[in-house]
Structure formats: structure tokens, C-alpha cells
Nanobody
Framework: QVQLVESGGGLVQAGGSLRLSCAASGNIALINAMGWWRRAPGSQDEMVGVIEIDGRIRLAESVKGRFTISGNNRKGTVTLSMNDLKPEDTAVYYC????????WGQGTQVTVSS
């Protein structure tokens, strides 16, 4: 099993920045991809950014140019740096390992006020 713990998040005005961090524990050797998903009220879960096992990075079109993702899957760490935040970025952000059917953290709230 893998446990994921997020930190960061909070309330910020539109145009502001936040950084989310995630650290994995447990059987880190099981991790082949790490990233962030988000869940907004009334919306489906959305993949925000992922670092694949080969180091490739995927970002949602809605955040390209504003968010960056970095980390080390072998060490079980991943960070999401969010700039130029918009109200539509408001959601609970989850650290996820191995995709939607893998391991999820408890989530951290990000609220962007207009």
C-alpha cells in the first residue's frame, strides 16, 4: 500500500499563486506515476498534471502555461506550482499515484476568490 499526504492549498485571490506538495510513504516501489487531480463541486474529477514513470509530464489544457508539476516518483514526491490562479481553479486537489484507480491522498482545498 501507498499513503499520500498533501500540504499547501488555501485561499487566494485571482491572479495569485499557491504550491501544493505531496509525500508518499509505505511501499513507494509500487509507484509508477504521480500527479494531481482535482474535484470541483458538481464536476467530474479532472487530471491536472502527472509525471509518468519515464519522466514525461502531462498537464491539462486548462492549466498549461499557469501550472507546473515537478517531483521524483522514485522518492514519492510531487509538487504542483500554480500561478495566475482563476476562480474556476477552485476545487479539492488530490495527490494521486498510479492513476484514477491507484492511490489517493485525503485532498486539500484550493479556493480562488474573484
Amino acid at each position: 500500500q501507498v499513503q499520500l499526504v498533501e500540504s499547501g492549498g488555501g485561499l487566494v485571490q485571482a491572479g495569485g499563486s499557491l504550491r501544493l506538495s505531496c509525500a508518499a510513504s509505505g511501499n513507494i516501489a509500487l509507484i509508477n506515476a504521480m500527479g494531481w487531480w482535482r474535484r470541483a463541486p458538481g464536476s467530474q474529477d479532472e487530471m491536472v498534471g502527472v509525471i509518468e514513470i519515464d519522466g514525461r509530464i502531462r498537464l491539462a489544457e486548462s492549466v498549461k502555461g499557469r501550472f507546473t508539476i515537478s517531483g521524483n516518483n522514485r522518492k514519492g514526491t510531487v509538487t504542483l506550482s500554480m500561478n495566475d490562479l482563476k476562480p474556476e481553479d477552485t476545487a479539492v486537489y488530490y495527490c494521486v499515484a498510479n492513476g484514477a484507480f491507484g492511490f489517493w491522498g485525503q485532498g486539500t482545498q484550493v479556493t480562488v476568490s474573484s
